[in-house]
């Protein structure tokens, strides 16, 4: 089982709708929770960061995490043609020592 | 506020040499990350330094190395090159455990 675990892309919107991105992971020691926007030929830069259940809104990004159903989610709401690019979902755990990634999601903003 | 910065930005080298990359932090963050991404794949990790110490390494075999100096700054060291090294190899800084990462350009290596 992987870690980190994204629903498989890529995902197409239309300018304007909300994109929403999900992330289940298996460790349920996990404490922290990123998310990660990568455009094609950079290194990814973060978006979002979460550590208690519920939602955390900023700006058109609101990132929501269930920590009984091993699961975190972003949307993206009024989304531009410039949102598009791979989005990454990571967890942490000061037990282990390490920041896991998943495979990532590639969103399509059509204009 | 300066970046983490990584050199070279590009790298080539032939299979079987070594190659040294290295990675200056966000001042005043003290741990060091290595990932890997090859082309068209997810991040993996390969190794967390924090205040000096290496915390864990990911499943990379041994000829992937590295070390975190006094200032926290950071060298990735692969020896034996080999022609799947090929790949974006990324450095991120943080305060530490559960803190959010920030990432280099990367280092783009080519073993040819």
């Known amino acids: 089982q992987k870690e980190v675990e994204q629903n498989s892309g890529p995902l197409s919107v239309p300018e304007g709708a909300i994109a929403s991105l999900n992330c289940t992971y298996s460790?349920?020691?996990?404490?922290?929770f990123f998310w990660y926007r990568q455009y094609s030929g950079k290194s990814p830069e973060l978006i979002m960061f979460i550590y208690s259940n519920g939602d955390k809104e900023d700006g058109r990004f609101t990132a929501q995490l269930n920590k009984a159903s091993q699961y975190v989610s972003l949307l993206i709401r009024d989304s531009q043609p410039s949102d598009s690019a791979t989005y990454l979902c990571a967890r942490g755990s000061s037990n282990d020592y390490k920041l896991s990634f998943g495979a990532g999601t590639t969103v399509t903003v059509r204009a | 506020e300066a970046g983490v910065t990584q050199s070279p930005t590009h790298l080539i080298k032939t299979r079987g040499q070594q190659a040294t990359l290295r990675c200056s932090p966000i001042?005043?963050?003290?741990?060091v990350y290595w990932y890997q991404q090859a082309l068209g794949l997810g991040l993996q990790f390969l190794l967390w330094y924090d205040e000096g110490e290496e915390r864990n390494r990911g499943n990379f075999p041994p000829r992937f190395s590295g070390r975190q100096f006094p200032n926290y700054s950071s060298e990735l060291n692969v020896n034996a090159l080999e022609l799947e090294d090929s790949a974006l190899y990324l450095c991120?800084?943080?305060?530490?455990?559960?803190?959010?990462?920030?990432f280099g350009n990367g280092t783009r290596l080519t073993v040819t």
């Open positions: 001042s005043g963050h003290t741990s």
């Open positions: 991120a800084s943080s305060f530490g455990a559960n803190s959010p990462l920030h």
């Open positions: 460790d349920r020691g996990s404490q922290s």
